[in-house]
């Protein structure tokens, strides 16, 4: 896929990129810089609209921020990543991965299937990667090619799903810090466990924490009280105010943080210990200060270390994962294909029209020349050699030969309008 001159008749500047960062070589606190919230995205969708940027999605994790787009140069894409959130070029380019054509669809449809999730197989992003998908339609901002190529990706993530085991288990953030919770807490279900936030994590959280430890006196606090009533009254735990909290943290043995500010939440001053505190920030930037382990009391574990976490299930999922990539390959195959063929299809389309008019023209000719002409032979011969001339023209762009500068010399020499 080289640089994508033209595409189904549009008129496409520059290649398809991928840039972002994730937990692989970006901690928790600089994948806070780039996090983006609802607000953010939308402002750097419009801003890429008003630059030009014929198409462009958004993806922003706990564990990645990512952009996909088409551009004259990465760092177009780089620049709008920087100007709409906290991170600046310098750490970007510290942890940053660019990848560009086939190597940006290969990333995109790694991402999507889960394979590149900090927990193998959690298949939460495919959904993420939909939302995205559909934030950039709405916005009229994805052009053809990234609309078939999220199809795509979507298409093979349900085959890996119903296919292989690679999602079989229940091994995500939630049900890793559940895991680390019960291997270092002795008496788990006498304890007092209080969840902070009710958000997707916390919800999965709390459904793991009750399904696992048989503990039934699990508080909620939410900032919003009725989010946190809403999850309560599924489960019938105990809820209680915001304002409520720094008493019910003295009162805890076990104090999950989920909730989604941009600020922590929990810091040293709500601290008034009589007894050890673990607690879990499952927050992404990190909502629990560090100042916490001022005090003695406290043991402190953020969710890039539950990514150490290994079980049985990471192993029966690792052992599905040439089965995973076969799938990949294959749908990834019959995209790049598609996408090749796109580029040169208006050129054969118009070649194959320039030999019907040379066909005509010649026929006409021959007709009035020549008594007992038999125009219906010499219309089947004709297209005959019409077919097989435009196959060779198209076989000879579909191999490695085929370029940009190829599909030029064949629209100079047939003098051809492809626009």
């Known amino acids: 896929m080289e640089n994508l001159k033209t595409y189904s008749g549009e ?29 953010a995205k939308e402002k750097i969708l419009l801003q890429a609209k008003a630059d030009g940027i014929p198409s462009l999605t958004v993806i922003s994790t706990c564990n990645r921020t990512e952009l996909y787009g088409f551009a004259q140069h990465p760092y177009q894409l780089i ?32 991402v999507g299937t889960g394979l590149d999730s900090q927990i193998l197989g959690d298949f939460e992003i495919i959904s993420q990667l939909r939302n995205a998908f559909r934030e950039s339609k709405k916005h009229d901002i994805i052009n053809p090619f990234m609309e078939r190529l999220a199809n795509a990706v979507i298409q093979a993530s349900k085959r890996i799903k119903n296919e292989t085991g690679i999602s079989s288990g229940a ?6 810090a559940v895991q680390y919770i019960m291997a270092r807490v002795p008496y788990i279900s006498e304890k007092n466990i209080l969840l902070f936030g009710t958000g997707k994590i916390g919800r999965n959280t709390c459904e793991n924490l009750i399904k696992h430890t048989k503990n039934d006196h699990i508080t ?23 304002a409520d909290i720094q008493s019910e943290i003295a009162q805890a043995d076990v104090l999950i943080v989920a ?16 007894r050890p505190l673990l607690i879990l920030d499952l927050s992404i930037p990190k909502n629990v200060s560090e100042d916490v382990l001022q005090n003695d009391l406290v043991t402190l574990v953020h969710m890039d270390h539950l990514a150490a976490v290994t079980d049985q299930t990471l192993e029966q999922r690792a052992a599905q994962l040439p089965l995973a990539k076969k799938i990949i390959t294959e749908i990834e195959k019959e995209f790049n294909q598609w996408a090749d063929n796109r580029k040169f299809a208006p050129t054969i389309k118009a070649l194959k029209n320039k030999l019907a008019e040379i066909k005509a ?51 100079r020499v047939f003098q051809l309008e492809t626009a």
């Open 171 to 176: 091994t995500s953030v939630s049900f890793a």
């Open 220 to 242: 909620l606090i939410n900032r919003t009280k009725e989010k946190a009533e809403k999850v309560a009254g599924k489960f019938n735990l105990i809820v209680k105010d915001y």
């Open 361 to 411: 023209g010649e026929i006409d000719y021959q007709r009035k020349k020549i008594e007992g002409f038999n125009e219906e032979q010499a219309e089947i011969i004709s297209d005959r050699l019409i077919q097989k001339i435009t196959t060779h023209f198209a076989n000879h762009l579909k191999g490695e030969e085929g370029s940009a500068e190829s599909i030029e010399l064949i629209r």
């Open 259 to 274: 909730t989604g500010a941009q600020q922590p939440t929990i810091s040293k001053e709500l601290l008034y210990l009589k």
């Open 79 to 110: 620049k709008l990543l920087c100007e709409h959130t906290n991170g600046t070029v310098e750490e970007f380019e510290k942890v940053a991965y660019i990848y560009k054509n086939h190597d940006a669809v290969s990333h995109l449809f790694t």
């Open 11 to 39: 008129s496409l500047e520059g290649n398809f990129y991928a840039i972002g960062l994730n937990y692989k070589k970006a901690d928790a606190e600089i994948r806070g810089h780039f996090s983006i919230n609802d607000i």
